[in-house]
């Protein structure tokens, strides 16, 4: 059975920091990641990692967040520094099958508030 837990989120100050963590398990994995989805909106992406480390990002995110994975733990991080209220929502986990890019598994979901 996939099992992807995410962890790390909680109410933080605008500037503040969070690091967010993504235990994932069940299969081997290629393309992990994270998306967010705040209240009224679409989910969207944030930031993605290949097994061999190469990172993407959003355009809103870049500078201020940063994408890591363990592929021995099969663990995926994002800290995210000098947060801002536009970054409050629900982040949820993602991780492609290796076997089948086309299968894609997400996790439960973790909030980040960003308020003063």
């Known amino acids: 059975q996939v099992q992807l837990v995410e962890s790390g989120g909680g109410l933080v100050q605008p500037g503040g920091s969070l690091r967010l963590s993504c235990v994932a398990s069940?299969?081997?994995?290629?393309?992990m990641g994270w998306y967010r989805q705040a209240p009224g909106k679409q989910r969207e992406l944030v930031a993605t990692?290949?097994?061999?480390?190469?990172?993407n990002y959003a355009d809103s995110v870049k500078g201020r967040f940063t994408i890591s994975r363990d592929n021995v733990q099969n663990t995926v991080f994002l800290q995210m520094n000098n947060l801002k209220p536009e970054d409050t929502a629900v982040y949820f986990c993602?991780?492609?099958?290796?076997?089948?890019?086309?299968?894609?598994?997400w996790g439960r979901g973790t909030q980040v508030t960003v308020s003063s």
């Open positions: 990692i290949v097994s061999g480390g190469s990172p």
């Open positions: 069940g299969t081997r994995f290629g393309v």
């Open positions: 993602n991780a492609q099958s290796w076997f089948n890019s086309r299968i894609r598994y």
